[in-house]
């Protein structure tokens, strides 16, 4: 049984590279300037997400992300479309933490809530060229090093360790995030330099002649380098999932464009959902399973993934909804 296992599996996990038609590339660059042409409409006068609004454009993003999966089945594969779609669920899913610290670092500078729109579509246009680089590097790694899997397991079974003592309710966690801020905050300032006051959604400003980041300006910086750091757990992740360039980075791309509607839904129910930080427990774990066994001869198929990504998810959020919760929210205290 075990040899008919690995032989029905072992496709999955190998390094492969898909032919991809070229209006499939088309396609992820119109959904790119579609969310450009949308977020440069809506931002033209600043103003505050209500919950509402939020939920409808986090539901489109998903619709579109979702309908992707249609013409990679078509044109790409049956097989790529599975890759797509885990690896779409797992940054999804592993988004959620970083739209938490996120949600503490608008709390720590008091950004208005009319400007978060604003910053989360700058992180987030960082946050996709950033991402292609990461992707394209850890490929380039597995490609030449096949027991690197085994490294980037390890780095996700940290990463679940984590999340598992984030769901136990401990302060270590939010220690470490504040400690690993206020490092940033402290190395950025130094290099910087930093007007310490928001001045409208301008990005620079003259202070006595000299030309200074404002407020604005640092905090975007700050929270895309927590991406940075967040992209050490996540693209392996991904990798996990689908070793083609075309299906990683295009199923990051729909998690992210997705990620400022997600980010205003998400500060309104993350309490209600205490259950998530067990179910991304889990999922690590999962895939840090995955990443280590791979090299060992042991290919997990896709629908199997799939099928432990859609338990843990669904079955947290039914948790969360049986027996309900408070999560504890301490804002990250950075001394300007």
Known sequence: MNSLFLFASSKASEIHSYHVPWFMYAIVGLALAGYTAIEVHHTRKDHEIKFPEAVRW????????????????????????GEYLAAWAIEKALSLDNLFVIGLIFSSFGVSRKLERRMLNYGIAGAIIFRLIFILAGLELLK????????????????????FQEARGGDDLEEEVEITDKRLWKVMTRILPV??????????????????????????????????????????????FSPDRFIAYSSNVFALLGLRALFFVYQAVASKFWALSWALSGILAWISFKMIAAPLGLHVPVAISLVVLATFLFGSIFVSLKWPRKLKEHPIHIDE
């Not at 999966?69 to 097989?79: E, L, R, S, Y």
């Not at 490294?151 to 999340?163: D, E, Q």
């Not at 404002?214 to 991406?227: H, K, N, P, Q």
């Open 195 to 240: 007007h310490h006051e928001f001045v409208g959604h301008k990005l620079t400003v003259k202070i006595n002649g000299k030309r200074m980041l404002t407020l604005m300006a640092a905090v975007i910086i700050l929270i895309e380098l927590t991406d940075i750091i967040f992209a050490v757990d996540s693209v392996p992740a991904v990798l996990a």
């Open 58 to 81: 986090s539901l489109f993003y998903i619709s579109i992300a979702l309908a992707f999966a249609i013409p990679v089945f078509f044109f790409i594969g049956h097989q790529a479309a």
């Open 144 to 163: 030449r090093f096949e027991w690197v899997s085994i490294i980037f397991g390890l780095i996700l079974m940290r990463a679940a360790w984590k999340a």
